[in-house]
């Protein structure tokens, strides 16, 4: 990692992992506490709302207890022959006309004697299904449980009894409009989104607000497992089924009584969409995201502005350095500024020139010797009698005279003195190997001229060749010239080994210092007991060879800082694996 990126990552770091804690932890704290309001909130008005409820019902309840003691009651042992209970009984319902759908008096057969509504005396009252008994004031009034078409009707009845023998005279039937505590529930759900719902002690649905009504939930049991809140809060999470889509937050609260009403075992329930309960923590969410991504911001370009400024000197230094590592050049030296970095660039510098210019000076002497050595030995001893000896055995080849035979054998000393000659140049190559001219080189590319400059030879012999490169990034600092040279001698030991119609693989892979070439080959491989020796000068196994070619790669690739190992392939013949240095290295 270098300078730059080392001060940003701890400038990031001081800068950021605070403000992002303190974030996190008001955030936090935050959503628990808006949270906790809203379940609070939840809780006050599911228990409110019970209370209406119950004030509610304990008023009907006094109305029923109250009135079925009345004198005028006992108009029912008479038929109410003139109508005065009927009439008392109608403006009784006229006066509260928001409260009561119908009063009627029954005898004890349950015929209607008297009623609010003169079209129904006569008439026989539905049979009574009693729902709950409420003792109340020395009288149990029974309730029955609104169902079929009419869920907004709650019936009441109270005994009447004689007022001189106290045998039974029949019943005061009240029918409440239960609309009243419709409204109740629709006034609770407001515009919040909340659902209301007043459950019977058997967990039947008997009241609930406008948007469970229209989904038929009323005398339904499907929340009565929602009854039991959470222990400690009274709030609880369930899944949004079958009243809503995603999970809702239920608030309980069970009926306490009223006066000296005792509870009728109702409870009632807030329903609450956990997505729409937690607006304001998902708004206060993108407040604080807002505000994070700004401090963020500010923190990143006061850090990319910081680290520039204190690594640029040593930046340019490191590019200088490596300018003259790869170009062996150079370059206008770098500013230091003052201090102890402008002391340190000034003696690096000045280090670099005098290593530049032994190495200037080791140079040319290496080259006079080598020019002086060879010159002598290699171009007077070697080369120029094989020059004449492949001239003249040329010219004697354009002899018209010449025999078939001679022909032959002329042309025998022509190849033969070219295949001295370059036994020759090998030996050179591997005598005195010239160092390498490191520059960045695109290997994916190289190896696919490498493939097209055999391509005819490939083709004559009906060798497939298939390149796979794996690696996302495939340039390194090596000596082209040279590295064409060793995937040449690679691809051509392996054309000259394989027999017709045989493969070849190359492969590209590698990490972030290293690239690896693999070439593999589906050939008779090479003997294990030999692989020791493979890389040396002069050991060959094939006919004809002369054991240069891989001395001479190894040379190349040790000289690059990298190495070079045989193995057995994939493909069951031999596998030369390559490993290069991404940044060119001198070898040890």
């Known amino acids: 990692m270098t300078i730059r990126k080392t001060l940003l990552v701890a400038f990031l770091g001081v800068g950021l992992l605070p403000a992002i804690l303190l974030a996190g932890l008001a955030f936090v704290k935050s959503k628990a506490a808006v949270q906790t309001e809203i379940e609070g909130n939840l809780t006050v008005q599911a228990v409110s709302v019970s ?55 029954l005898d004890t057969a349950g015929r209607i004697v008297a009623s609010s509504h003169p079209a129904e005396v006569g008439q026989v009252a539905a049979p009574a299904v009693p729902w709950i008994d409420v003792p109340l004031s020395g009288t149990r009034v029974t309730l029955e449980l609104p169902a079929g078409a009419h869920r907004d009707r709650v019936v009441m009845r109270a005994p009447i009894a004689s007022a001189f023998t106290g045998k039974p005279l029949g019943q005061l039937q009240l029918t409440l409009d239960w609309n009243d505590v419709f409204e109740v529930l629709d006034r609770a759900g407001g515009e919040a989104g909340r659902m209301l719902a007043v459950l019977d002690a058997q967990g039947r649905v008997i009241a609930a607000s406008e948007g469970l009504r229209r989904q038929g939930m009323m005398g339904s049991t499907a929340l009565a497992g929602w009854r039991e809140g959470a222990a400690d809060r009274r709030v609880a999470v369930h899944p949004g089924g079958p009243v809503a889509d995603s999970a809702v937050m239920v608030a309980v609260a069970r009926a306490q009584g009223y006066a ?85 660039t000034e003696a690096f510098v000045r280090m670099v020139r005098d290593i530049d210019q032994s ?28 020059g004449i000896l492949r001239s003249s055995a040329q010219m004697l080849a354009r002899e018209p005279g010449i025999s078939d035979e001679g022909r032959e054998l002329v042309g025998f000393i022509d190849s033969e003195t070219e295949r001295l000659n370059r036994l020759v140049s090998a ?58 040279q060793v995937l ?69 690739v040790t000289a690059h800082g990298g190495d070079i190992e045989v193995d057995t392939s994939a493909l069951g013949g031999a596998l030369f694996r390559i490993r290069l240095p991404r940044q060119h290295t001198e070898p040890t």
Not at 66 to 92: P, Y
Not at 444 to 465: C, E, P
Request: proline share 4%; glycine share 8%; charged share 20%.
């Open 427 to 484: 030996m050179l190559d591997t005598a005195r190997p010239r160092a390498p001219s490191v520059g960045p080189v695109d290997i994916d590319r190289l190896a696919g001229k490498t493939i097209a400059l055999l391509g005819a030879q490939f083709d004559k012999r009906g060798i497939v060749v298939h390149k796979q490169v794996s690696a996302e990034d495939t340039v390194i600092e090596c000596d082209e010239e040279q590295m064409t």
């Open 260 to 344: 000296h009403l005792r509870s009728l075992g109702w409870t009632t329930l807030i329903i609450q969409p956990v997505a729409l309960a937690l607006a304001p923590v998902h708004r206060m969410t993108l407040i604080f995201a807002g505000l994070l991504a700004l401090i963020g911001a500010l923190t990143v370009f006061v850090a990319l502005w910081v680290s520039r400024e204190i690594s640029r000197p040593i930046m340019g230094l490191t590019q200088f350095a490596r300018g003259y590592m790869r170009d062996k050049v150079l370059q206008a030296p770098p500013s230091g500024g003052s201090g102890e970095v402008g002391e340190l």
């Open 488 to 556: 040449l001698n690679v691809l051509l030991n392996a054309l000259q080994i394989l027999e017709h119609g045989g493969r070849i693989e190359l492969a590209v892979h590698g990490d972030a210092d290293t690239l690896t070439i693999d070439i593999a080959d589906d050939g008779p491989g090479i003997d294990p007991a030999h692989r020791n020796r493979i890389f040396e000068a002069f050991f060959f196994q094939r006919d004809g060879g002369v054991g240069l070619g891989l001395a001479i790669v190894q040379q190349i």
């Open 51 to 105: 209370a209406s409820i119950d004030k509610m019902i304990f008023e009907r309840l006094q109305n029923a207890v109250t009135w079925h003691r009345l004198d005028i009651m006992q108009d029912i042992q008479v038929g109410d022959v003139d109508k005065r209970l009927s009439l008392f009984l109608s403006d009784l319902q006229q006066g509260y006309s928001d409260v009561y759908a119908e009063l009627a008096a």
């Open 359 to 386: 190495q200037r000076n080791l140079v040319r002497a290496s080259k006079l010797a080598v020019v002086g050595e060879m010159s002598s030995v290699i171009a007077h001893e070697v080369r120029t009698p094989l």
